[in-house]
């Protein structure tokens, strides 16, 4: 439902009119639209928390008569009304009509600010905080907010440990079973959304609705210290490390990051996600990416070229470490002796001449000096699998 004013509001009187000429009246706290004022009036009491109807048979308690009528049908079990198409039985006739717009694709309400349509005005009313940034659902034992419910009763279930969905080929629990659906598709690589401008396929609705921001030029995240914007929320987030000086930390190592998605991906480390497999070798990787860097030891594909001496390599970080025997680069210094290095796992090795630290071979407890030392050592015991 499209909004043609955009003057200030003080819910109940003032009101805004649809394009069909109806009132609509706006909650002051949160925003939310409603056709009738005395709708507008038992709203508030999501605000206040009265719940003032009671179901007399389980003591369940409602902030409005219509939630209680509507309670009571799971009590008796009454489903009277039919869709004719689906044959899917409801309880109310409202709400079949609501659910006759999946079969009709009717979208009556717009938002204002982005044109983007919805079958509901729940749907539009959930979509604003998209804009807003409002997250009106706390939780109470981490103070974490969210801006719908479910997401909070999704969230709430963490806390009390309830995962009863796994996944067969990586065993990762999930607390929906629809999340486990859709991560399924990281194990079948199926990608069923598709964009209709480029052709790109994604596995996620929500992939696809950030990538056509790509198309559109859309940037509805806007910093509001620089005015930068932003085509996405994460985006404006690892923005803002730039103001704040904030970072990430990871709970169980101390391990800082600047951006959330760094301490995300370094999480699967912890929790021993690894659900991308090397087909050719059954070598695990936590990122899909490094997957793909790992596949070209196995093709001998070397993209990166050094300019000065032709050399060629797999990685590109290899190639900026390689670099340094050129620039004379040493950016890794000692904090004890001094002595610098061109690459940080050299210092790393060098420090166990200061601590005594040993690199034990957990296959007959043999140590060594050096890392790399131990990984030649490793291939005797590979060696000897093989026979």
Known sequence: MEVTS??????PKAYLKSYTGERLYKCKICCK???????????????????????????????????????????????????????????????LNKHMRIHTGEKPFKCEICSKQFSYLSSLNGHMRVHTGEKP??????????????????????????????????SKLFTEKGNLKVHMRIHTGEKPYKCEICSKQFSYPSSLNDHMR??????????????????????????????TGELYKCENCGRQFSHRSHLNT?????????????????KLFTEKGNLKVHIRIHGGEKPYNCEICSKLFTKLYSL????RVHTGETPYNCEICSKQFTRLSSLKEHMSVHTGELYKCENCSKQFSHKRSLNRHMLVHSAKKTL
């Open 33 to 95: 639209l409603f056709i009738v004022k005395s709708s507008l009036k038992d709203h508030m009491r999501v605000h206040t928390g009265e719940k003032p109807y009671k179901c007399k048979i389980c003591i369940k308690q409602f902030s409005h008569i219509s939630n209680l009528n509507k309670h009571m049908k799971i009590h008796i079990g009454e489903k009277p009304y039919k869709c004719g198409i689906c044959n899917e039985y409801f309880s109310r006739l409202s709400t």
């Open 266 to 282: 370094h999480m699967k480390v912890h929790r021993g996600e690894k659900p991308y497999k090397c087909d050719i070798c059954g």
């Open 214 to 243: 790509v198309h559109t030029g859309e940037k509805p995240y806007n910093c509001e210290i620089c005015s930068e914007q932003f085509s996405y929320l994460h985006s404006l987030k690892d923005h803002m490390t730039v103001h």
């Open 320 to 323: 900026k470490e390689h670099m």
């Open 6 to 11: 955009t003057k200030p509001l003080s819910a």
């Open 137 to 170: 659902y706390k939780c109470e034992n981490c103070g974490r907010q969210f801006s719908h419910r479910s997401h909070l009763n999704t969230h709430m279930k963490g806390h009390r440990g309830e995962k009863s969905y796994k996944c067969d080929i990586c």
